[in-house]
């Protein structure tokens, strides 16, 4: 889907109906193309005006025979028949309708020992006095939200041995 209008070859009228956004807004999509770039090209691209971005879905490039690898800064579209050692994935999801669903409860690989981990106690007392003895909650807010930056932790366990917390 886009709303860049000149991305599209071969535009015909269309009357798709509407597609919801967060918020209740409705976009009307008014006429279809194709995209092309040289390398490949997707068909029946849909077009509303007001799009801001453009819109691509992972199982229509899955359905031309590409695979889409995501990492934290982007997307890639690899050429066909890639082959992906085993021993690289730690996690299948089956594909239902052009939905991927993952059930972290029955899908986890022989070889993976350990998916999650906790900081030792004597750590996370460290950070705890070194931060002005911020409670585990706070501490934890930290990494996840970047707030500073290099922090190497993934999770502070919860502590109860402070005595000047006690104290206080």
């Not at 068909?43 to 509303?48: D, L, P, T």
């Not at 007392?125 to 932790?153: C, D, F, S, T, Y």
Request: proline share 4%; glycine share 8%; net charge neutral.
């Amino acid at each position: 889907m886009t709303g860049d209008i000149a991305q599209l070859h071969n535009i015909q009228n269309f009357n798709g109906g509407y597609v919801s956004f967060a918020g209740g807004e409705g976009v009307k999509i008014t006429q279809k193309g194709t995209v092309m770039n040289g390398v490949l090209n997707f068909e029946n691209v849909n077009y509303a005006p007001e799009l801001k971005h453009n819109l691509l879905s992972v199982s229509r490039i899955c359905d031309k025979g590409y695979s889409t690898p995501f990492t934290n800064k982007e997307c890639l579209i690899l050429k066909p028949r890639i082959i992906i050692p085993e021993d690289w994935i730690l996690v299948r999801m089956k594909r239902d309708d052009n939905a991927y669903i993952i059930d972290m409860n029955h899908n986890i690989p022989e070889q993976v020992t350990c998916l999650f981990s906790k900081v030792s106690e004597h750590t996370t007392m460290l950070w705890h006095h070194q931060l002005g003895h911020a409670n585990a909650k706070n501490l934890n807010h930290l990494p996840k939200n970047e707030i500073v930056r290099g922090l190497p932790i993934e999770d502070f366990i919860t502590f109860e041995k402070c005595v000047a917390c006690a104290q206080g």
